[in-house]
């Protein structure tokens, strides 16, 4: 069965930091890969996706993953955070089905 | 910007009683999703519904639940005979397309607690 593991709970970072998040899928097939951000009392927002192409996946606010097909990996980066992107972090795939299989979620929480 | 919109965004009910949670999703979209996230666990999809019908739904989708859309913009999930475990966070979502990589727009949740 389908599956996306995230493997940090809560990280905590200090501004400036650079950022990575891992994510791990389990699926053999054709995978669509997804980032979704939560801030704090918002929705759910769509951060970058992989649908085919170039593996490296520019995003918004200057986020960007990489899909490593060999590794199953999505990992989400960015180089420098700020205080802005404490949030909550999915990882999500989409396989020949429509509906998302979602990861637990990483907690971000940058420290000023 | 377009967006959807969930009403309530809590909902407090007894064991046993039905709920119907609501959904208004982006206008031009044609598909609609259900999913759900138990305090602490993963946000799991529940169903989808497409052309006025369910395209796709999970397991934890079974007689419980029943989804409509009663006219034009509202997207309706009812929980029948609710239970302690049924409290989670509710969120929609809508897609213009069901391609591989058409982004689904969610929106805020439902938090509906069963006492």
């Known amino acids: 069965a389908q599956s996306v593991s995230q493997h940090n709970h809560h990280v905590i970072l200090s501004e400036a930091a650079s950022l990575e998040l891992g994510c791990n899928y389990s699926?053999?097939?054709?995978?669509?890969l997804f980032w979704y951000v939560q801030y704090p009392g918002q929705h759910l927002q769509l951060l970058l996706k992989?649908?085919?192409?170039?593996?490296l996946v520019k995003g918004i606010k200057g986020f960007e993953a990489e899909f490593i097909k060999s590794k199953f990996s999505f990992n989400l980066r960015k180089p420098s955070v700020q205080w802005s992107d404490t949030a909550e972090y999915f990882c999500?795939?989409?396989?020949?089905?429509?509906?998302?299989?979602f990861g637990t979620g990483t907690r971000l929480t940058v420290i000023p | 910007e377009p967006e959807v919109t969930q009403t309530p965004s809590h909902q407090v009910t007894q064991m046993g009683q039905e709920v119907i949670l609501r959904c208004v999703p982006i206008?031009?979209?044609?598909?609609f999703y259900w999913y759900r996230q138990i305090l602490g666990q993963k946000v799991e999809f529940l169903v989808s519904?497409?052309?006025?019908?369910?395209?796709?739904k999970s397991e934890i989708f079974d007689d419980q639940f029943s989804v409509e859309r009663p006219d034009g913009s509202n997207f309706t999930l009812k929980i029948r005979s609710t239970k302690l475990e049924d409290s989670a966070m509710y969120f929609c979502?809508?897609?213009?397309?069901?391609?591989?990589?058409?982004?689904?727009?969610f929106g805020p949740g439902t938090r509906l607690t069963v006492l």
């Open positions: 699926y053999g097939g054709t995978v669509n």
């Open positions: 206008s031009n979209h044609l598909y």
């Open positions: 999500a795939a989409k396989t020949g089905a429509n509906n998302l299989f």
């Open positions: 979502a809508s897609s213009e397309t069901g391609q591989g990589g058409n982004e689904q727009f």
């Open positions: 519904f497409y052309n006025n019908e369910i395209s796709e």
């Open positions: 992989y649908f085919s192409g170039d593996p």
